[in-house]
C-alpha cells in the first residue's frame, strides 16, 4: 500500500470517528464479553495502557471493579474523549484508588507516544484497534512502541474485528471505487465498512486471520500465549489473543 492510499484511508477513519462520536459511543454502552473475561484474570494492582480507549467505559468499569494504580488511555479521537471524560465523571470511583488519564494521541502518527516518555506498563490493551490502522507498517510501528512500553513481564492484548462471520455485516462491504480507490492499491484483507447509525458513514477495516497475526507477533518479537474467540450472537465476532514480549 502506497503512502497516499494510507493518508487517504488514516483520514477517513479519522473524520468517521469525528463525525460519529456520539452515535459510535451509543453503541459500545457496556464492553464485550471477550474484554470482560480478560478483566476477571487482572491483578487488581495495575499499571495499564489502553489503546484506543474510546468513550471511556473501559475505564469506568476499572473503577466499578476496584482496580487500583494508574490506566492511561489514548484515542485520537477529541470528541471521543470528551465523552470519556463525562462517563468518569458519572460512574465516579467506586471507592477505587485508579488513577485515570486520558491523552489525545493519533496512533498513526510516528510519535504518538511522545506524552508517555519515561513511563511503563504491566499492561497495555488494543481492543478493536488495529484492524483500524492501514498497512503493515504502521501496525508494526504501533507493536513495536507498545512493546518498547511493557515492562518486565508485562502483557499486551488486543482482539480483531472478525466482521466476515456476519452476514449482516459482509452486507455493509462497500467497494473501493466508492472513495476513488482501486482494489490493488489496497492490501489482501483491506475492506470498506458502512456506518448507518446517525448518518451515513464509512471506515478502513482489516480482516485478521491467525496466520496473519502470528506472523505480526513473531515479527515484532512477541510470543502469543493465549487465543481465543468471542462477542456476537455466535461468540465468534471477535478474536482475542494475549501477547508476551519476547
Known amino acids: 500500500m502506497d503512502a ?27 464492553l464485550q464479553p471477550g474484554v470482560m473475561r480478560i478483566l476477571e484474570d487482572l491483578a487488581l ?28 488511555g489514548i484515542d485520537s479521537s477529541k470528541e471521543l474523549l470528551d465523552i470519556a471524560a463525562q462517563t468518569i465523571e458519572r460512574c465516579g470511583s467506586s471507592g477505587s484508588s485508579l488513577h485515570v488519564e486520558f491523552i489525545q494521541s493519533d496512533l498513526t502518527s510516528a510519535r504518538w507516544n511522545d506524552m508517555l516518555h519515561g513511563m511503563s506498563f504491566s499492561t497495555i490493551f488494543a481492543f478493536a484497534v488495529l484492524h ?7 501496525r508494526s510501528g504501533v507493536l513495536k512502541e507498545a512493546r518498547s512500553l511493557l515492562s518486565a513481564g ?6 480483531e474485528w472478525q466482521f466476515l462471520n456476519s452476514p449482516r455485516l459482509r452486507q ?11 482494489t490493488d492499491e489496497v492490501d489482501p484483507g483491506d475492506y470498506l465498512l458502512d456506518w448507518r447509525r446517525g448518518g451515513s458513514g464509512l471506515r478502513y477495516v482489516h480482516h485478521f486471520d491467525e496466520l496473519e497475526l ?6 515484532n518479537w512477541f510470543k502469543i500465549v493465549d487465543t481465543f474467540s468471542s462477542d456476537g450472537m455466535g461468540g465468534n465476532l471477535a478474536l482475542y489473543q494475549v501477547w508476551e514480549a519476547v
Open 214 to 219: 502470528a506472523e505480526l507477533a513473531e515479527e
Open 172 to 182: 455493509r462491504i462497500i467497494p473501493w471505487e466508492s472513495i476513488g480507490v482501486d
Open 132 to 138: 483500524h490502522l492501514p498497512g503493515d507498517k504502521a
Open 4 to 30: 497516499n492510499t494510507i493518508k487517504q484511508l488514516v483520514i477517513l477513519n479519522r473524520l468517521f470517528y469525528q463525525s460519529f462520536a456520539q452515535q459510535f459511543s451509543e453503541t459500545r454502552q457496556r
Open 154 to 159: 508485562g502483557r499486551f492484548f488486543h482482539s
Open 45 to 72: 494492582e495495575l499499571n495499564l495502557l489502553d489503546l484506543g480507549c474510546g468513550n471511556g467505559e473501559l475505564a469506568c468499569e476499572l473503577l466499578r471493579g476496584g482496580f487500583e494504580g494508574r490506566y492511561v
